[in-house]
C-alpha cells in the first residue's frame, strides 16, 4: 500500500502518517521528491485499511499497489513525476538531453566534451570519474581528480553534473561534487549501494541491469526510494540478447512500460544500447518518439583517441544531426526541449561563433588553464 500526500501536504503530515501506521504495527517509509511525498507501508493491508489513513490531514488517497515495490509504483490516475536536477527537469512536458563523455580523461576533453554537449543542445552533463571497467586492465577513471575537473568543468560551462558512484563508501565523496549520482547498469542490485544513494540527498539516475527485467529495475529503484528521496530517474541502456549486431538490445518497449507502472521518469542510453556510433542518432530519435524524458549520449572531442568506448562517442563533427534529431522528434512528442527552460545554450552555445561542435586544435589549447586539476 502507499499513502500519496497531496502537494501542500507539510513534512509534519506525513510524520504523523508514518507514526499511526506504526502505531498499528506496520512499517512506514516516507519518501520525497521534487514535486511529491510519498508514504509506502508494509504490514497487514486489512488492518492498515481501517485505520483512517485517508482522514489524516495531508492525504491525497490510499492505494493498493504492488508487493515488490510501492513508492515508485504508479496508481491508477497519478501523473508522472518530474525530477529536478540543479533546476534541470527531467519528466513529462520537457525533453532533457544528457551529453558528455564516457569518461573524464584531462580537464581539455571535459571542457570540449561539454561544449560539444551544449551545442547539441544538453542542459546537464555526463562523465564517469570512476568507471567500472569489464577489465581490470582498462582504464578505471580518475577518482576524485576527475570528481575536480567536473566541478571545474560545472563552473566553466554552468552544466550540473551526472557522474558514477561504484561503491555505497564513495557516495559522501561523489555527492559533494555531483548533482547527480548515477549508477550503473553492474551495480543495479547492489543494495546496500542502492540504500546509500538514497539517504545522500542528491537525485540518481539508476541504470537498468543489462540482465534485469523491468520488474526488478523498480524493485531496485523501491530500494532507493524507501531512504527517503524519490528523486530517481529510470535510465534504459540496453539488454542482453543473443543478437551480437549491437553490444546490447536497447529495449524500447521498456520505456512506455516503465512509465505505465512507475511515476518515475525515463530516459534512454542510446550509447551504451548499440555500442555504435552509427546508431546513436536514429536511436535517439527512436527513444524521444517512444515517450522518453531524456537522452543520454556519449561525446567527445576525439572519439579515436577515447581511453572507454570510443567506438560508440559521438565526435563534433556528429553534434549538428543529434541537436536536430533530438529537437525534431521532442517537437513531434509535443515536449520542450529543456534547454529551453534553462537558457544553458546561450551561455554556451558554438553555433554563433563556428560549426556546431567543431573545436580548431588552438581553440582546443586555449581551453588548456580554463580547468585546473
Ligand atoms: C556509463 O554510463 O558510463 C556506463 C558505464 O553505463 P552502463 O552502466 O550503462 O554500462
Ligand atoms: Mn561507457
Known amino acids: 500500500m502507499m499513502v500519496v500526500m497531496s502537494g501542500d501536504a507539510t513534512h509534519q503530515d506525513a510524520r504523523e502518517v508514518a507514526a499511526l501506521v506504526r502505531s498499528a504495527g506496520g512499517e512506514a517509509f516516507v519518501s520525497r521528491g521534487g514535486n511529491r511525498t510519498v508514504v509506502g507501508l508494509a504490514g497487514d493491508a486489512e488492518l492498515l485499511g481501517s485505520i483512517g489513513l485517508h482522514r489524516m490531514p495531508g492525504v491525497e488517497r490510499v492505494a493498493r499497489t504492488s508487493d515488490g515495490y510501492r513508492l515508485v509504483s504508479r496508481v491508477p490516475g497519478m501523473e508522472r513525476s518530474v525530477v529536478e536536477v540543479a533546476g534541470v527537469p527531467i519528466g513529462p512536458g520537457t525533453m532533457t538531453l544528457i551529453a558528455g563523455p564516457c569518461a573524464v580523461e584531462t580537464p581539455e576533453q571535459t571542457l570540449q566534451?561539454?561544449?560539444?554537449?551544449?551545442?547539441?543542445?544538453?542542459?546537464?552533463?555526463r562523465g564517469g570519474a570512476f568507471k567500472p571497467r569489464t577489465s581490470p586492465y582498462s582504464f578505471q577513471g580518475l577518482g576524485e581528480r576527475g570528481l575536480r575537473i567536473l566541478a571545474d568543468v560545472r563552473e566553466e560551462t554552468g552544466l550540473p553534473v551526472v557522474t558514477e558512484v561504484l561503491s555505497a563508501g564513495d557516495v559522501e565523496l561523489v555527492a559533494g561534487y555531483a548533482d547527480m549520482l548515477q549508477i550503473g547498469t553492474r551495480n543495479m542490485q547492489n543494495f546496500p549501494l542502492l540504500q546509500a544513494v538514497g539517504e545522500a540527498g542528491r537525485p540518481v539516475l539508476l541504470k537498468r541491469g543489462m540482465n534485469a527485467t523491468v520488474e526488478e529495475w523498480l524493485m531496485a529503484a523501491e530500494y532507493i526510494a524507501q531512504r527517503g528521496t524519490l528523486d530517481i530517474v529510470l535510465c534504459e541502456r540496453g539488454i542482453r540478447t543473443f543478437e551480437t549486431s549491437t553490444r546490447?538490445?536497447?529495449?524500447?518497449?521498456?520505456?512506455?512500460?516503465?512509465?505505465?507502472?512507475?511515476?518515475?521518469?525515463?530516459?534512454?542510453?542510446?550509447?551504451?544500447?548499440?555500442?555504435?556510433?552509427?546508431?546513436?542518432?536514429?536511436?535517439?530519435r527512436a527513444a524521444v518518439a517512444a515517450g522518453a524524458d531524456g537522452v543520454i549520449v556519449d561525446l567527445h572531442p576525439r572519439p579515436e583517441t577515447s581511453l572507454c568506448d570510443g567506438p560508440q562517442a559521438l565526435g563534433g563533427q556528429d553534434v549538428p544531426e543529434l541537436a536536430r534529431a533530438v529537437e525534431d522528434a521532442a517537437r513531434l512528442m509535443g515536449r520542450r526541449p529543456a534547454r529551453e527552460l534553462t537558457g544553458r545554450r546561450e551561455s554556451g552555445d558554438l553555433t554563433g561563433r563556428r560549426g556546431a561542435g567543431e573545436l580548431t586544435g588552438d581553440e582546443a589549447s586555449e581551453d588548456r588553464g580554463l580547468v585546473t586539476v
Not at 507502472?261 to 550509447?271: G, I, K, R
Open 113 to 125: 566534451a561539454a561544449r560539444l554537449a551544449l551545442a547539441a543542445g544538453a542542459v546537464l552533463l
Open 248 to 284: 546490447n538490445t536497447l529495449d524500447i518497449s521498456a520505456v512506455p512500460v516503465a512509465q505505465g507502472l512507475s511515476h518515475l521518469p525515463v530516459v534512454v542510453d542510446p550509447s551504451h544500447s548499440a555500442g555504435r556510433r552509427d546508431l546513436v542518432v536514429p536511436l535517439s
